[in-house]
């Protein structure tokens, strides 16, 4: 009998392997790096105090006492874990509470739980979609949304990032496909940090018949003067089928959720896999999350929501007074990512290390996180950032690029 290939000869010699080796060697390598402090806007890393520009913990309310209090009653009422799924034993009336508490919040009938964001987009794609539909869907997606419509077998058709026309050249593809159709766009694009122009995208799906779930992963907590979203931002709420959203950014907290109409997401409790088959969130984390929506649906959040994007424009605006091209949202919306391009990805490892070293950690994104030839420093801020804290990440990049450019050349131009 033949030996069959070994499956995991594909684990040497990969396109990545000689430069996760060299960046190792030169202790450049931007990820996995140490947090040994709550995700505040200085941090301790790796034994020095650092700048935090590389959390999504844009509200600032991991370390709220609130919050804290919140993860505390539930472990202490509920214990470390539930040991088992929502559909049996991993039901609690926190998560009830938080279902209902959302569904009031973001304006729809209903609201499900999941344990990560990553599950809920999986179980409402991978669920709600079969062989035969047709998704529509952002070439900027998120991995989350791509895996969703690989687990459906649906056919995908991908537009070009936020192009009207392209996203339109594929609804009338679609509406030849002979199943149902589904556009999924972002709220806030998580790398790019731009906003998606979600009324011209919502009146499309609607001329074409189709339905629209939009991902607020980002945006939530974020955008809208309740906080609800990009959706609310451009007041589409009512013509969204679908919107998800995450706990680990502006709730700070781990889950995701999925709102919508009642009888879809009662649809979701007995059929998607990835909510019945998997482990309850721990009631910590339930309990946190609570907490930060309290926070949040209330004055005290419109003032965060305030904070934050005053810090966005800040940064925004002193980077790009540096001389860095900053990538900017369509209409001037501000949004609490910043993106700086570098271009080159080796170029964007090397100005994240000089950054590093400098006591300021921002996030790397190179291919195939970003398009070739598309590699940018990442940059978020917090409600709590306070301008002082900015402005010495401002003087840490001002000080770093001379130095930078001098050695590998100039960066790209505001």
């Not at 979701?268 to 998997?278: N, Q």
Request: with cysteine; aromatic share 6%; charged share 20%.
């Amino acid at each position: 009998m033949p030996t069959p290939p070994d499956v995991f000869a594909k684990v040497r010699g990969h396109d990545r392997e000689e430069q996760l080796r060299a960046a190792r060697e030169a202790d450049i390598l931007p990820y996995f790096r140490l947090v040994e402090s709550p995700a505040a806007p200085i941090v301790e890393m790796e034994g020095q105090e650092r700048v935090m520009l590389g959390s999504n913990n844009y509200l600032g309310l991991t370390g709220d006492p609130r919050v804290i209090e919140g993860a505390r009653s539930a472990l202490e009422t509920y214990g470390t874990g539930l040991t088992g799924s929502r559909l049996l034993n991993g039901t609690t009336p926190l998560h009830v509470e938080l279902e209902e508490h959302l569904a009031r919040w973001m304006g729809t009938e209903d609201a499900i739980v999941f344990t990560t964001g990553h599950q809920a987009n999986m179980g409402a794609l991978g669920t709600l979609l079969g062989v035969g539909d047709t998704v529509v869907v952002d070439s900027a997606a998120h991995a989350s949304i791509l895996d969703g419509i690989i687990l459906s077998k649906a056919k995908m058709r991908p537009f070009r990032h936020n192009q009207l026309d392209k996203l339109e050249r594929q609804l009338q593809r679609a509406s030849d496909d002979g199943g149902g159709v589904l556009v999924v766009a972002e709220g806030l694009y998580s790398m790019e940090g731009d906003v998606g122009p979600l009324q011209g995208i919502a009146e499309l799906t609607k001329r074409y018949g189709a339905r629209l779930m939009i991902d607020e992963a980002h945006s939530v907590g974020v955008l809208g003067a309740r906080g609800t979203g990009a959706a609310e931002l451009f007041g589409i709420e009512d013509q969204t089928d679908l919107r998800m959203g995450t706990f680990s950014k502006s709730f700070a907290s781990c889950g995701g959720f999925i709102a919508g109409s009642a009888e879809v997401v009662d649809y979701l409790r007995v059929s998607s896999r990835s909510y019945i088959f998997t482990a309850s969130g721990v009631p910590a984390a339930v309990g946190a999350t609570h907490a930060a929506l309290k926070i949040i649906d209330s004055d005290e959040g419109k003032e965060l929501f305030a904070l934050l994007l005053a810090n966005a424009a800040r940064l925004a605006d002193g980077l790009t007074a540096l001389g860095f091209r900053v990538i900017q949202s369509e209409g001037g919306i501000v949004t609490p990512v910043v993106p700086v391009l570098v271009e080159d990805d080796w170029k964007a490892v090397l100005l994240w290390k000089a950054l590093y070293d400098a006591g300021v950690f921002v996030n790397v994104a190179i291919h195939p996180a970003v398009q070739p030839g598309g590699a940018l420093l990442r940059t978020s801020v917090m409600a709590t950032h306070d301008e002082e804290t900015i402005d010495r990440a401002l003087g840490a990049f001002a000080s770093v690029k001379a130095s930078f450019e001098a050695e590998h050349g100039p960066l790209p131009a505001a």
